[in-house]
């Protein structure tokens, strides 16, 4: 095991009818509040003027900035900037999903900078964030675990790159997570955001050298949880236990309290960065098409034990086979849930991506060298594994 540090500083308000310590958070922070959001869901729910409502009666100066982008683009990130330093904001208040949040978290460190917020991104800069503005939460989709967890993802359309960036000052200070605001998600990103879910387990589980029982144990739950309540929450969406269930569990899938040290790179998300990135497909989905097939390329003798713990210990494959065919068993399982339970597209000439730009994507991915996850992984390999996908 591997010695590690385990901190999140992060206060929850879990449950209904919490909104009401929304003011006096925020007005720990400062009076002039900018709050982002997306396309507009949060009007159409009520969520908006629930908000306005508690910010008007704390005494605070509301600012706006709408229309963020599934796949956050750099511009929303600027323009948050621009607002923040002409009106001098205190503090930042998202009101969405993982794509507000993570544009949010860039937005608080740009505010902090003379320089562009993309240098934060960008490989070949990677500017320090040394501090950053403090972000308040409401979440409204359980996927990416933005609410409680360092770090982002942002797209810049102009070079054709999604990248992301952990730090521990982008940590959202106070998150409000009511399951009742995502009784509106539709089926499909209710889908996508617990593929999103799965994959951030998967990426940690799949480990040779690291392995701390109590922590598989923990995400071996987590991923039976998704698979008994996604069906639920999509069959009945305002199912409070389901969305309850999903909400949590998209928070701890990525807070870092699973990772216990392990060190092994990402693979799957580094690949469908490439997708979303060149293609803007939506990330859930993704990393849907990609994870089985990742699965079976890095099925071999020398790994073929984890596939078996999980197959076993998540779908409850027969444990009196052969390694390999419980281990095919358990990839089948899993790719059956995700396309054939929860109805998402199995290839990616079903979304409309062909193989053109498969090379670029797959250097981009590895970084010209090696991706160093679970199985090491050359541009070639990457190239197979989306020919895989097609």
């Keep these: 095991m591997n010695n590690f540090v385990y901190n999140i500083p992060t206060k929850v308000y879990f449950g209904e009818n919490q909104l009401h310590n929304l003011g006096t958070e925020l007005k720990k922070f400062g009076t002039k509040v900018l709050m982002t959001y997306g396309g507009g869901s949060i009007k159409r729910i009520g969520l908006y003027d629930k908000v306005m409502k508690e910010v008007k009666n704390a005494g605070l100066e509301l600012f706006e900035l709408g229309g963020i982008e599934p ?5 929303s990130v600027r323009d948050g900037v621009r607002i923040c330093k002409e009106n001098n904001i205190d503090v930042l208040l998202a009101v969405g999903g993982g794509s507000t949040i993570d544009c949010t978290k860039f937005i608080a460190a740009g505010a902090k900078v003379e320089h562009d917020a993309w240098d934060f991104m960008d490989l070949s800069k990677r500017s320090k964030i040394n501090e950053a503005l403090p972000i308040v939460d409401i979440l ?9 967890d360092s770090g982002g993802v942002i797209s810049n359309p102009e070079t054709n790159d999604k990248i992301g ?25 209710t889908a996508c955001g617990s593929a999103d879910m799965i994959s951030h387990i998967l990426e940690v589980y799949f480990n040779m050298n690291e392995d701390m029982e109590m922590l598989d144990s923990f995400m071996e739950g987590m991923l039976r949880t998704i698979i008994k309540y996604t069906p639920i929450a999509i069959a009945e969406p ?6 309850a269930e999903l909400m949590w569990t998209s928070s701890w899938a990525i807070n870092g309290f699973i990772n ?32 089985p097939r990742w ?7 020398k790994t073929v034990s984890k596939y078996v713990q999980f197959a076993t210990n998540v779908f409850g494959i027969d444990a009196n086979q052969e390694p390999m065919a419980i281990a095919r068993q358990g990839i089948e399982a899993l790719a059956s849930f995700l396309f054939d339970t929860l109805g998402l597209k199995r290839t990616l000439q079903e979304v409309g991506i062909d193989e053109s730009k498969f090379a670029i994507m797959a250097e981009k991915a590895v970084h010209g060298d090696t991706l160093q996850g679970f199985v090491p992984l050359k541009k070639e390999d990457v190239e197979n594994i989306y020919r895989m996908c097609r």
């Excluded at 796949?71 to 511009?75: G, H, M, V, Y």
């Excluded at 216990?260 to 989905?285: N, Q, V």
Aim: aromatic share 10%; glycine share 6%.
């Design 71 to 75: 796949n956050p683009k750099i511009s």
């Design 165 to 189: 960036r952990l730090d521990e000052n982008l940590f959202p200070k106070v998150s409000f997570l009511d399951p009742t605001n995502t009784f509106t998600v539709s089926k499909y990103q």
């Design 238 to 243: 305002e199912n409070y236990k389901a969305r």
């Design 140 to 148: 409204t989709l359980s996927a990416t675990g933005s609410e409680m």
């Design 295 to 301: 699965m079976e390329y890095c099925l071999s003798e």
């Design 260 to 291: 216990g040290g392990k060190r092994l790179a990402w693979s799957c998300h580094p690949m469908e960065h490439e997708l979303s990135a060149y293609y803007d497909i939506t990330h859930g989905l993704g990393l849907a098409i990609l994870t």
